[in-house]
T-cell receptor, first 114, second 111 residues
């Protein structure tokens, strides 16, 4: 398996634009997590899905953020409109059967909002 | 106060030194996870613990549930161990309980 795949790897956009981040989890994994990492706040869990259903979105910072998982092999994290404070590295991770079985992380998307 | 605290925040040591990174938490947990984030940004799972001690190569992780404390040790440290080490806990006993992260310990091993 190729591991967790994220795209794009880098995104630079202007304030106010819509940003869509994509993730393909490891095949067979039924949990998918979106994280954000910044220097100030470290790693934060934004939302996670089990069997394509959002379970806990309490980490999503505000209504500008939304996440979907239309099927077991694809998820998106959308920011609309984007703001400079959204600049961060966004990681996607997946695991099998439990939130706390070993999570496999993707390489991350580095987002810069100018 | 953060529910998961790591110490030290930054650590610089000479190659070969024995390294200890600490993680203390204030909530009841069912499992604790040590992660390593390389300078390039990639994150790798090192250990998952619910009790006792685990060893993998030069890395050893221990946990004391009563004291709500875990340590990650690196023996014979090497410059390639330079990374950020992150502690994360599952707060509870259920599959969907919250995961809480520490802010990480930045380790730099000098040759």
């Amino acid at each position: 398996d190729a591991g967790v795949i994220q795209s794009p790897r880098h995104e630079v956009t202007e304030m106010g634009q819509e940003v869509t981040l994509r993730c393909k989890p490891i095949s067979g994994h039924d949990y998918l997590f979106w994280y954000r990492q910044t220097m100030m706040r470290g790693l934060e869990l934004l939302i996670y899905f089990n069997n394509n259903v959002p379970i806990d979105d309490s980490g999503m910072p505000e209504d500008r953020f939304s996440a979907k998982m239309p099927n077991a092999s694809f998820s998106t994290l959308k920011i609309q409109p984007s703001e400079p404070r959204d600049s961060a590295v966004y990681f996607c991770a997946s695991s099998f059967s439990d939130t706390y079985n070993e999570q496999f992380f993707g390489p991350g998307t580095r987002l810069t909002v100018l | 106060k953060n529910e998961v605290e790591q110490s030290p925040q930054n650590l610089t040591a000479q190659e070969g030194e024995f390294i200890t990174i600490n993680c203390s938490y204030s909530v009841g947990i069912s499992a604790l996870h040590w992660l390593q984030q390389h300078p390039g940004g990639g994150i790798v799972s090192l250990f998952m613990l619910s009790s006792g001690k685990k060893k993998h190569g030069r890395l050893i992780a221990t946990i004391n549930i009563q004291e709500k404390h875990s340590s990650l040790h690196i023996t014979a440290s090497h410059p390639r161990d330079s990374a950020v080490y992150i502690c994360a806990v599952r707060a509870g006993m259920n599959r969907d309980d919250k995961i809480i992260f520490g802010k990480g310990t930045r380790l730099h091993i000098l040759p």
